[in-house]
């Protein structure tokens, strides 16, 4: 049998293993102007129903970059995301935790507490992934099929005195996907 010490000295390497596996995510938007936009993602926005300012950017990560559309409607954050050839990626809608199912729920809150210390969600968006055509008609509630179902939950943690940053991707079901840790790139200068 284990004495108390050692287990304890074991649970926390495990659990400090197992954020360690996590990857990186390395990201910096800068503001779009209008004109900027390429004619397809502009299309694209325009034959969505909401009829509210648009905010344009554009995102440098390390996967690859990206336009994004961001806007409110009836009080809710949207973003629509594009590659920079102008096709579709995902629609994401703010959410709160208890607009997912409970079985959800239950388990992303299992994930958590197996490795992650003290957390704490940031912010949760619920992700809609599909063809251009499959996501413009599940927009208009002409049809749920064909879409793809993801949450994307910001969590702060802390373990072992250190705190960190998570951007965790889950299934429709919550069995997780994928985790990343998130990096603010460094500037060379001070910003006031």
Do not use: C
């Not at 905010?55 to 806007?71: D, L, Q, R």
């Not at 239950?106 to 507490?113: F, K, P, Q, V, W």
């Not at 002409?142 to 993801?150: E, Y």
């Amino acid at each position: 049998m284990m004495n108390p010490k050692n287990l304890t000295t074991f649970v926390i390497i495990f659990l400090s293993l197992n954020v360690i596996q996590a990857q990186t995510k390395f990201e910096k938007e800068y503001r779009l102007k209008n004109t900027s936009v390429p004619a397809k993602v502009q299309a694209f926005i325009d034959s969505l129903p909401f009829q509210e300012k648009i905010k344009w950017y554009f995102e440098e990560n390390n996967t690859g970059n990206s336009i994004e559309a961001k806007f409110k409607s009836d009080k809710i954050r949207y973003s629509v995301e594009f590659d920079t050839a102008g096709n579709i990626q995902d629609i994401e809608k703010e959410i709160h935790w208890t607009d997912m199912p409970a079985s959800t729920q239950s388990r992303i809150t299992a994930h958590l507490n197996t490795g992650y210390g003290y957390h704490k969600i940031q912010k949760i968006q619920i992700q809609y992934s599909g063809s251009s055509d499959d996501l413009i008609n599940f927009i208009n509630k002409k049809n749920t099929k064909n879409i793809t179902i993801r949450y994307e939950i910001i969590v702060k943690t802390r373990l072992i005195r250190k705190v960190s940053l998570f951007e965790m991707t889950f299934d429709e079901n919550g069995q997780h996907l994928n985790t990343a840790e998130i990096r603010f790139k460094n500037t060379d200068n001070l910003e006031y």
